[in-house]
């Protein structure tokens, strides 16, 4: 296998098929687990066994598809109206699952608008399960396209806008390659793309606490890539800036993009951007266009979704001696704890918005990006 193609895979699927890498126990163990219906998918999603936007609304999709598929296989449905009724409830359900990943919820809307068009003609339940599922696969190929066209976009923006092109370091925060998407990655696979071209010298990944994100998973797909690379905690990101010039961005990913740019990211983006903008350097945004909610005007409007208190005063991992895997507390018992799992970062310290169609960039002398005019070209 090639460099350039050495990616993990989070999704495996054939038709009837999906399996889904638990990435709740990695990097210590590789395990994959058997998604059979959307009860599966829903705890998959919500338990963070899965995770990344474009990943989410993938085993989203295709949880449904072999529920369904196995449903029909037995003969459960007898009119169109049942499978039809069983295809909008279950997508409604999935929608629970992770309210703040609006792939998800596009994913579901394109889905509940297909399952209706092909009810006006269907004229037996198999019909509309067939194309469910063909939709829903097809967004499985789509998605792997998509992130291979942000990696290659991104790469050629950062080339074009740095001072040094020589020496190009990247920092990254949370976890936004192979194993958050179905496929290569937004944020990561710009890294990917820089490093498979030779102009990457180094990359450099935040630990993304509570859940360590950037420590178990950016960093296990990094060595597993061959891309050098280097941790570092969350609070060191501006001395890094500070001391080493080479590091001329910092690539994040999205959960949801504003109609004026806001994102809601992974909590820490925010102050990331802060000290981008303060140090003179590059802050992308690296999501597909289904990250992008028209709806939703601007960031202040984004709903936050709280995570338990257990992920911020806990930290599991293996022992070194034995390696057991093991739960620790690190905070003092009764002590309260706010546990955002996203911030916003606001469109003025956002550099460029990277998207498998494009690079948006601010007109000059606005604050805002018109992703409505991007979208519509």
Request: proline share 3%; aromatic share 6%.
């Amino acid at each position: 296998m090639s460099e350039q193609n050495r990616t993990l895979e989070a999704i495996k699927y054939s038709r009837g098929d999906l399996r889904i890498l638990n990435q709740l126990v990695l990097p210590h163990e590789t395990i994959y687990e058997t998604i059979v219906n959307v009860q599966d998918g829903h705890a998959a999603i919500k338990t963070m066994k899965t995770r990344g936007a474009p990943a989410i609304a993938i085993v989203a999709a295709l949880s449904l598809a072999v529920d369904v598929n196995e449903r029909s296989k037995n003969g459960e449905f007898t009119t169109v109206d049942q499978v039809v009724r069983f295809l909008h409830e279950s997508l409604e359900y999935l929608k629970t699952s992770r309210p703040t990943a609006v792939n998800l919820f596009d994913a579901a809307a394109k889905l509940s608008k297909l399952i209706d068009t092909t009810d006006q003609t269907a004229q037996d339940p198999i019909t509309i399960v067939n194309a469910y599922i063909a939709a829903a696969e097809q967004m499985l190929i789509d998605d792997v396209n998509d992130n291979k066209n942000i990696g290659r976009f991104g790469a050629e923006y950062i080339m074009n806008n740095v001072k040094n092109k020589e020496e190009i370091c990247v920092l990254t925060h949370c976890n936004t390659g192979s194993l958050a998407t179905a496929g290569w990655g937004t944020a990561l696979g710009i890294i990917r793309d820089l490093h498979a071209t030779h102009k990457l010298q180094h990359a450099y990944c935040t630990e993304t606490r509570p859940y360590n994100q950037g420590s178990r998973l950016t960093a296990y797909e990094l060595i597993y890539e061959n891309i050098p690379a280097t941790l570092i905690c969350d609070n060191m990101a501006s001395a890094l800036l500070k001391q080493n010039p080479n590091v001329q961005a910092i690539v994040v990913g999205a959960d949801r993009v504003a109609a004026n740019g806001d994102t809601a990211n992974k909590i820490g983006t925010y102050q990331l951007a802060i000290t981008a903008k303060y140090h003179g350097i590059l802050f992308i945004v690296a999501a597909p266009s289904t990250s992008i909610d028209l709806n939703t005007k601007s960031g202040d409007a984004i709903v936050i979704e709280q995570r338990p208190a257990e992920e911020l005063v806990t930290v599991a991992g293996i022992r070194v001696e034995d390696k057991v895997p093991t739960c620790v507390r690190t905070a003092a018992e009764n002590i309260g704890v706010w546990n955002p799992s996203f911030d916003v970062t606001p469109a003025c310290l956002i550099s460029a918005i990277v998207t498998e169609k494009g690079v948006v960039i601010k007109k000059d002398g606005q604050n805002e990006f018109d992703m409505v005019s991007f979208l519509n070209k």
